[in-house]
């Protein structure tokens, strides 16, 4: 959340957006679904103030690049979050 914070608009977007997030665990052993932690991301950007309203997520991709587990990274564990808004298009 500290990171995310340091990125935070000034406001809330309100618009609808696309993100994309990719995911680096720690280890196997609480290997979480796909759809579970996109559900977390959604909620965290919310709660952040990144985003207004999880709600306003309308894809989980952008261009051609889609969410997913990487893999494993022991010494960084972490997700890379991208959000745009949305293309009306």
Excluded: F
Aim: glycine fraction near 10%.
């Amino acid at each position: 959340m500290k990171e995310l914070l340091s990125q935070k608009p000034t406001e809330a977007l309100e618009c609808q957006v696309d993100i994309c997030v990719k995911y680096w665990m720690p280890d196997r052993r609480s290997r979480p679904d796909l759809m579970g932690l996109l559900q977390a991301t959604g909620d965290v950007l919310q709660k952040g103030g990144i985003i207004s309203n999880d709600r306003n997520i309308r894809r989980l991709g952008i261009g051609g690049n889609h969410s997913e587990i990487m893999g494993i990274d022991k010494s960084n564990p972490r997700q890379e979050i991208v959000v745009k808004e949305a293309n009306n298009g």
